[in-house]
């Protein structure tokens, strides 16, 4: 039997054995670099700073420049437009032209039967051929006047020398009868009488020649009368054909037709007897701008214009005219402000922009809608601030 008691051979102890299969060798201490920076952590500095500085900078400019840029869409294009008709009535015997042409200064329009006018061109040529030989005449008369005066003053100097003759003889009973000499004188005072009167007469003709009785017919108040009627009905027979005022494009020419009786009274009221026209060449932007912007405008100012038909397209103007008045004070209806539920609106004033156009620039159409940025060229100072 074996000694249980007596000690067992030297064998490796177990538990040592796994502590050490359980704990790694640990290498002998030495020194680690420190993690690097991250990129991100580096620049969140700069960037914050640099942000910041960006939006002072902005804000900066914003104030400088404000109020140096005034802009509104409440604008429109506008372009010289007439109703093209006439002062004198008739028959319309010809329409010229159609829809949509466009027209000179001076083609023909339209035109009214010129018969009537003619007439009465032919009577007032007639009337002024007749005062001038009526003015002829009293020319002759007037000398004619002035041969009687002459006559008449050669026989009163008869009977004075007969009178003068009697004188003496009446006082010899023997040698002239009482009779003889008192029809001597009554004779003397008849040839007074009418050289009185015919001088009279005279100088009436005289009056009516101008007080000169060999004056040039044509400057004769009567003959200017005549000359003023003659030129009035040539006036109306040229005014039977209407012309273009302007070059332009035509338009509610429909509503004038041959045959039409116009009435020049009312034809440019009620557009019935006229044609429209509108203007290819005088086209200008009427800007309605808020007064609080109008601070620094002032005609001259240059301005971009851009119309809605044309989204892709710019054009160059310049500022015309600042209306003297808000447009409310041509309204009909203007506000009554003194009332008690007044409520105050900003004003529109109306700006007047010239607009620079080229040949290759879409045409611009008087109503169309437009968006104007005008540069007043202000800025602002930082002593503003101080």
Same mark, same amino acid.
């Given at each position: 039997?074996?000694?249980?008691?007596?000690?067992?051979?030297?064998?490796?102890?177990?538990?040592?054995?796994?502590?050490?299969?359980?704990?790694?060798?640990?290498?002998?201490?030495?020194? =680690?670099?420190?993690?690097?920076?991250?990129?991100?952590?580096?620049?969140?500095?700069? +960037?914050?700073?640099?942000?910041?500085?960006? /939006?002072?900078?902005?804000?900066?400019?914003?104030?400088?420049?404000?109020?140096?840029?005034?802009?509104?869409?409440?604008?429109?294009?506008?372009?010289?437009? @007439?109703? /093209?008709?006439?002062?004198?009535?008739?028959?319309?015997?010809?329409?010229?032209?159609?829809?949509?042409?466009?027209?000179?200064?001076?083609?023909?329009?339209?035109?009214?039967?010129?018969?009537?006018?003619?007439?009465?061109?032919?009577?007032?040529?007639?009337?002024?051929?007749? /005062?001038?030989?009526?003015?002829?005449?009293?020319?002759?008369?007037?000398?004619?006047?002035?041969?009687? $005066?002459?006559?008449?003053?050669?026989?009163?100097?008869?009977?004075?020398?007969?009178?003068?003759?009697?004188?003496?003889?009446?006082?010899?009973?023997?040698? +002239?009868?009482?009779?003889?000499? &008192?029809?001597?004188?009554?004779? +003397?005072?008849?040839?007074?009488? =009418?050289?009185?009167?015919?001088?009279?007469?005279?100088?009436?003709?005289?009056?009516?020649?101008?007080?000169?009785?060999?004056?040039?017919?044509?400057?004769?108040?009567?003959?200017?009368?005549?000359?003023?009627?003659?030129?009035?009905?040539?006036?109306?027979?040229?005014?039977? !054909? $209407?012309?273009?005022?302007?070059?332009?494009?035509? !338009?509610?020419?429909?509503?004038?037709?041959?045959?039409?009786?116009?009435?020049?009274?009312?034809?440019? @009221? !009620?557009?019935?007897?006229?044609?429209?026209? $509108?203007?290819?060449? =005088?086209?200008?932007? &009427?800007?309605?701008?808020?007064?609080?912007?109008?601070?620094?405008?002032?005609?001259?100012?240059?301005?971009?214009?851009?119309?809605?038909?044309?989204?892709?397209?710019?054009?160059?103007?310049?500022?015309? !005219? $600042?209306?003297?008045?808000?447009?409310?004070?041509?309204?009909?209806?203007?506000?009554?402000?003194?009332?008690?539920?007044?409520?105050?609106?900003?004003?529109?004033?109306?700006?007047?922009?010239?607009?620079?156009?080229?040949?290759? &620039?879409?045409?611009?159409?008087?109503?169309?809608?437009?968006?104007?940025?005008?540069?007043?060229?202000?800025?602002?100072? @930082?002593?503003?601030?101080?």
């Amino acid at each position: 039997m074996l000694d249980r008691t007596k000690n067992p051979p030297d064998l490796p102890d177990a538990s040592a054995d796994e502590g050490s299969r359980l704990a790694p060798e640990l290498p002998a201490a030495v020194d =680690k670099p420190a993690p690097p920076v991250s990129r991100r952590r580096r620049l969140r500095l700069p +960037l914050m700073l640099g942000g910041v500085a960006l /939006v002072a900078l902005g804000a900066g400019y914003g104030w400088l420049s404000g109020g140096r840029y005034v802009s509104t869409d409440d604008a429109y294009i506008r372009a010289a437009k @007439l109703m /093209v008709s006439t002062d004198v009535s008739g028959l319309v015997s010809e329409v010229a032209v159609h829809e949509g042409q466009t027209v000179k200064a001076g083609d023909e329009l339209f035109r009214i039967d010129p018969r009537q006018y003619e007439i009465a061109l032919r009577n007032a040529q007639a009337n002024l051929d007749e /005062v001038k030989l009526d003015l002829e005449g009293r020319k002759l008369d007037y000398q004619r006047m002035m041969s009687d $005066i002459a006559a008449a003053e050669a026989t009163l100097n008869n009977d004075q020398a007969t009178i003068d003759r009697y004188n003496v003889l009446v006082k010899d009973p023997a040698a +002239l009868s009482r009779a003889s000499y &008192d029809q001597a004188r009554f004779t +003397l005072d008849a040839d007074k009488a =009418k050289l009185e009167s015919l001088k009279q007469q005279a100088a009436v003709q005289l009056a009516k020649l101008g007080g000169d009785p060999g004056f040039d017919v044509e400057t004769h108040p009567l003959y200017l009368q005549s000359k003023a009627s003659l030129d009035e009905a040539r006036r109306q027979l040229d005014h039977t !054909t $209407i012309r273009a005022p302007f070059a332009g494009t035509v !338009t509610e020419v429909d509503s004038l037709q041959p045959g039409q009786y116009l009435v020049a009274q009312t034809a440019a @009221l !009620t557009n019935q007897g006229a044609v429209g026209l $509108i203007s290819d060449d =005088k086209v200008w932007i &009427d800007a309605n701008v808020k007064e609080t912007d109008l601070t620094y405008v002032k005609p001259g100012d240059e301005v971009s214009v851009t119309v809605d038909a044309y989204p892709n397209h710019d054009w160059k103007g310049t500022v015309g !005219t $600042i209306a003297p008045a808000s447009g409310a004070e041509f309204s009909i209806l203007p506000a009554q402000n003194a009332s008690g539920n007044w409520v105050k609106v900003v004003q529109r004033v109306p700006v007047r922009v010239l607009v620079e156009r080229r040949d290759s &620039d879409p045409p611009l159409r008087a109503g169309m809608s437009a968006v104007v940025d005008i540069d007043t060229g202000h800025s602002r100072k @930082l002593t503003d601030i101080l």
